[in-house]
């Protein structure tokens, strides 16, 4: 059987270059399933690798979209398990990396069958969006789904409506759509997460921004103004900063709620891995060594 490892942890915790460790130790291939890093336009606010990190070894599904480009998490199931069929072909183990949980899901088991989107609920949905506001769907889908309110990222309208829409059809929260397994992989799957106190991981956060900030993230997204209506820029780092360009906001508040919602977007990821059973976690502070003894006592050994 062949070998996925998928690092996982929040935001900003060290899951790159635990990858590149990783990656070169096994002489191995790097997948990214972090949804926001697939769009080349957006480098800075979603902390992509850097020219130099991507050197070190082989990457896929990094920069391969532009925000223009609709992408969903089937068409990324469909492209992510061909990809790794065919290295797979070559190499004994993989690296997966990436903290978008829904997606790392869709590989590691697969997605649910859920209906197609029912345009009827979609129009109510949009028309309550746009009469009252995103709030008016996030007050929506609590009431329907507490569990799975507590994990989507609640400042994106397509996941929103998209699981208030299959509520609505199916009579079953999202939750317990989404809940059953339902697809037997061909190769073997070991999760490794990182973890840290709490307060380490909103100190890293807050200094992130601070870098992605003097990196040039608010002339990112200046260039990408004209774009502000599409699904991809519905994300943190870029919201907040059009809202300074709109006048809404100073430069610095805008930055404060980035920070702010940097660390709510980790405090559900964190709740999220919490229920999961199957992850092995090793310290942020000696994250390489650790996953390397734990993969050896697995019998996972570098290829001859």
Not at 121 to 128: I, M, P
Not at 213 to 233: I, K, N, T
Request: aromatic share 10%.
């Amino acid at each position: 059987m062949k070998n996925l490892i998928s690092i996982i942890g929040t935001t900003g915790i060290g899951k790159t270059k635990l990858s590149l460790a990783l990656a070169q130790h096994f002489k191995t291939e790097i997948l990214s399933c972090d949804s926001r890093q697939f769009f080349q336009e957006m480098k800075i606010g979603t902390a992509t690798p850097t020219a130099a990190e991507l050197s070190e070894a082989p990457h896929h599904f990094i920069g391969h979209l532009s925000v223009k480009d609709y992408y969903s998490i089937g068409q990324f199931e469909k492209d992510a398990t061909a990809k790794l069929q065919q290295l797979f072909s070559t190499k004994d183990t993989l690296i997966m990396v990436g903290g978008s949980m829904m997606y790392e899901k869709a590989i590691i088991e697969g997605l649910n069958d859920l209906p197609e989107a029912d345009y009827q609920n979609q129009q109510k949905l949009e028309g309550l969006m746009n009469t009252h506001g995103i709030e008016a769907l996030q007050n929506l889908l609590e009431s329907l789904d507490p569990e799975y309110f507590s994990t989507v990222d609640r400042e994106n309208p397509r996941r929103l409506l998209r699981a208030i829409d299959v509520i609505w059809q199916t009579g079953k929260s999202y939750t317990e759509n989404i809940s059953t397994s339902v697809k037997k992989r061909d190769f073997n799957v070991y999760r490794i997460g990182i973890t840290a106190p709490r307060e380490i991981i909103y100190e890293r956060i807050n200094r992130r921004v601070d870098l992605m900030m003097q990196a040039g993230l608010l002339q990112e997204a200046e260039s990408l103004l004209p774009y502000r209506h599409l699904v991809p820029l519905q994300t943190v780092g870029y919201t907040e900063l059009f809202r300074y360009f709109d006048g809404e906001w100073t430069l610095d508040f805008a930055v404060e709620e980035i920070k702010k919602n940097s660390r709510r977007f980790a405090k559900r990821q964190l709740t999220w891995y919490r229920k999961e059973t199957n992850i092995h976690w090793v310290s942020f502070e000696n994250p390489v060594e650790e996953s390397l003894s734990l993969l050896h006592n697995l019998n996972i050994k570098p290829e001859q």
